[in-house]
């Protein structure tokens, strides 16, 4: 059997918001799991960030999902959050981040994490764009469209939308089914 094309682990993070306006709506979930040199799936960690006030939009709060009295109960302080991220990080190494639709997701960790590209390295993964990138050169067909939704259907990953964690772990998933694709198109 042919190893798995990784040359370092993989941490892909999603985030759950309460809004789009990562200056306006807060940060309010991360999810990460490690994506190892083996394809194998590890180390789901689930964040709560607490936040002295919560300017949400209706819309995205029906989509996550999230009881915003019930979340600040249970969540930690933004510099808890920070730093475990960073000790998260930490016990794999500095090593790349993935998400899908990725930038979303960075323009809310930023500002939680202003230390990011030292606790990460530069550039990352993004689903979507390996996705369009595949579908383009003729190798994923075109029908699926590029929502995470979609190509978890499509690969045949079970998938329950709008849970950080969940998010998270379905992304290298896919990440994973869009790699073998990829290899067997050389």
Do not use: C, W
Not at 87 to 99: D, F, N, P, S
Not at 142 to 171: C, K, M, V
């Amino acid at each position: 059997m042919t190893p798995f094309p990784l040359r370092q682990p993989l941490i892909f993070l999603d985030t759950e918001t309460g809004g789009r306006d990562p200056k306006r709506h807060p940060l309010l979930t991360i999810g990460l799991v490690t994506l190892g040199l083996d394809g194998q799936i590890s180390r789901p960690l689930h964040l709560l960030v607490k936040h002295d006030h919560y300017e949400v939009e209706t819309g995205a709060m029906e989509v996550n999902g999230i009881d915003l009295e019930a979340h600040d109960a249970a969540a930690q302080p933004p510099e808890a959050v920070a730093a475990a991220l960073r000790e998260y990080a930490a016990e794999v190494g500095r090593v790349m981040l993935g998400g899908h639709n990725f930038n979303f997701d960075l323009g809310f960790l930023r500002p939680l994490l202003p230390d990011l590209r030292k606790v990460f390295r530069s550039g990352y993964v993004d689903t979507k764009l390996s996705a369009q990138f595949l579908i383009h050169a003729g190798v994923l067909p075109y029908q699926i469209g590029t929502p995470l939704s979609q190509l978890t259907e499509h690969f045949g990953i079970e998938y329950a939308a709008h849970n950080a964690l969940e998010d998270a772990a379905a992304t290298a998933k896919v990440y994973v089914e869009l790699l073998k694709l990829a290899g067997s198109s050389s």
